[in-house]
């Protein structure tokens, strides 16, 4: 077939078939990347309609846009939505699907309709999740707290609980994909120190998918067990303990952390080289940092619990543990920069975003050690200070990391190129609006401003204005490539093969690839980023 | 609206200057290392940026720098993690012979409870420089026990105590807030904490009648029939409970443990499994039966059964050191 091609209309996956059949019963990783994508873009935009309610309502100090209750329900399904539906599949769903085996040299997934059933499953999650929010919705905060949400809240816990059951299983089967899929599926060649580090990433949050979700479902379980059936399991008043609830909790929603922001940091680990035409620095140490991660990752639970009542010698080894986890965090932010030096730098829109990845991750790495001193956690902890920490991990590090990798491989998965102007525009407005929404968060944090507080004293309102007014700065940043992407679409420029001069597998077959992603199975005989031996594009694409 | 625009929380608390002092260092800190990698990405980004004819130099990495920028940075992490262990050690561990003040905590409001009697909701009043320790419960979900002027927090438990303690230093109205989320009107759960001089405070605390709380658990023990066993002369049928706060116990079941605020509290509302060895399982149980109130005023008065009397041997004295309760 492919002899036969004819160059403005190549056979591809996104042309091989038309009709809704053949998206809705597809197993190509490649349409079912698509599929997420659609999907979670869809829940991103609802999470980010919740954000941008809670950042009106805190306008002023009295509660006065929504009544009580309702705020208490934006504030959890803004969480809920935006981690269980957004953020946990974001990299891994869209771009790991698509690339896992176009980088390793497969044709696809080791298990192709188990892939399709995840997508199934988040959809049925969804479902679910959307009809407990438009029946009533949920109020116990995205953490569940328990005695609270098993014997105090009035609002749909079980619906919501359900529902993240059962995206947990969408979230465990792609990560059993991709275990099985790097460890069996690599092309000839393909050894593991050759694998691209997105892999690597990949890997260390497949491994945290399969052992933390479960976990959270069983979890989940129990407190549905004890909501209907008054199983005394966390409620003290029915012989249990809250503090259970925490650890088991927070045994799966620390790691989740790393869920998110390792493929972001496996993206910025593709970019940053490319853009700067050098090989990674310290490659064993990138590699080995994501997997450290994944372990350390797994014993720092419970200092989310250093004011609930645990024991003082736990709230020290788990502090201690804690300073662990910052460590080969810290070696990914210098491999980075050491990775620039002597390079041959382009500023192109994926790169953007890079920049602002280490930039914010770099402030919310560094704003963890406040919160994992003892002492200082105790005074911000539940405050707008945590509020803002997270925020800059999880928005200002793995949402720019998913857009610096949707900008960078849109010309591999649409075969189109986005207005590189808009691109830059875009990156910027995100960075400004991000810092000036959650920056004044830390000050208001610091000040004692506790979260998720409907009405809040005056003195706290200057801050609070701020943060509101870069909230709508930041919807504007992504409200902006969502049109720029679906224009390309059809105006795009048509993407070349590699328009960034880029390595990988993914850059040599054509763009978007066909269905089997090789012509024939490519047989690896170079290092990862082999800049050396690959010609920087005559011409940076260029917008129109 | 910019009239009142703090940009640093008041200072009030003897800890509090500790808690500053780290997180300061850790605002220095977190600068330096920001403008450490910005201005090297900075100048990369310019220095090396892509020009014609110059190609970019491949560099394998560098062992020597990787463990340098592992090691360098665990020892800064090892320093910073002492010294928050150092204040939350401190913070955890209440000074002997502080006063003691019961709060109960209740969707949305917070109740106290002082040794002298006086109760009050959404207010606490305290004199400068006194040690104070609060022993907390709730009546419901979990809240969270939140004085920014003094650096504190602690969650409040339903089942169960947990403690904190301060020392106020400078007199002022601060604010207490809720901090961990409990319904509705969480936003609402917040208080005043009144810090007045030790003059004023003694007149505040003459200001009304009040009967001091560990004469109501006195009374409540008997009224509820708790003496009939729990006799003094050692005769009775449950262990005598002179100078039982803060030893050890041995269980029937072989375990030992201190008997803390959390043990007898547990003892009053339901024994099962606590039984002080060599006596019969017969405690009723009064779980339901008492309020919160209620059992905190029973506490309050076994721990003052083991108050130092004059002649008494030192052993006893020893027996009544204040601990911190365990809270697992």
Known sequence: MASAAIIPERENYLNQEYGIKSWLLTIDHKRIALLYLMSITFFFFIGGFFALLIRLELLTPAGDLVAADTYNKLFTMHGQVMIFFFLIPSIPAVLGNFLVPLMIGAKDLAFPRINLLSWYLYVIAGILYLHCILTGGVDTGWTFYTPFSTAFSNTKVIEAGLAIFVAGFSSILTGLNFVVTIHRMRAPGMTWSRLPLFIWAHYATSIIMLLGTPVLAITLVLVVLERTLHLGIFDPALGGDPLLFQHLFWFYSHPAVYIMILPSMGVVTEVVPCFSRKRVFGYKFVAMSSIMIAVFGFLVWAHHMFVAGISLYSALVFSLLSYLVAVPSAIKVFNWTATMYKGSITFSTPMLYAFGFIGLFTMGGLTGLFLSALGVDVHVHDTYFVIAHFHYIMVGGAVMGYMAGMHYWWPKISGRMYPESWGRLAALIVFLGFNLTFFPQFVLGYLGMPRRYWQYPPEFQVLHVLSTAGSTVLAVGYVLPMLYFLWSMRYGKIAPDNPWGASGLEWMTSSPPPTFNFEQTPVVTWEAYDYANIPAPEEVPIER | MFDNFPLWPARASAGAANVDALYIFLVLLSAFMCAAIFTLILVF?????????????????????????????????????AWGAAIYFQERTPPRGAAEVYVVAKQWMWKVQHEEG????????????????????????IHSFFVPAFRIKQDVLPGRYTTAWFRATKPGTYQLFCAQYCGTSHSSMIGDIVVMEPAQYQAWLSGGPAV?????????????????????DLQGRGPNLVGVFG?????????????????????ILNSRGQVVKGFPAIMPVFQGLLSEEQVNALVAYIKSLGAPQPGQTTKTAAAVTPQEPKVQ
């Open chain 2, 247 to 267: 030893k050890p116990v041995a269980l029937e079941d072989g375990r030992s443990l201190t008997a803390d605020e959390n043990y007898i509290r547990q003892c």
């Open chain 2, 212 to 232: 001091p709380l560990a004469e109501s658990g006195q009374k409540l023990f008997s009224d509820m029939g708790c003496i009939t066993c729990h006799r003094s």
């Open chain 2, 118 to 141: 006086q109760r009050e909701i959404n207010e606490l009043h305290v004199p400068v420089g006194r040690d104070v320790k609060l022993v907390m419960t709730s009546q419901d979900a």
């Open chain 2, 45 to 81: 980004a310019v220095k090396y940026r892509r020009r014609a004819g110059v190609q970019a130099e491949q560099i394998e990495g560098s062992t020597a720098l990787e463990i340098t920028w592992s090691v360098i940075p665990m020892i800064i992490f090892m320093f910073i993690f």
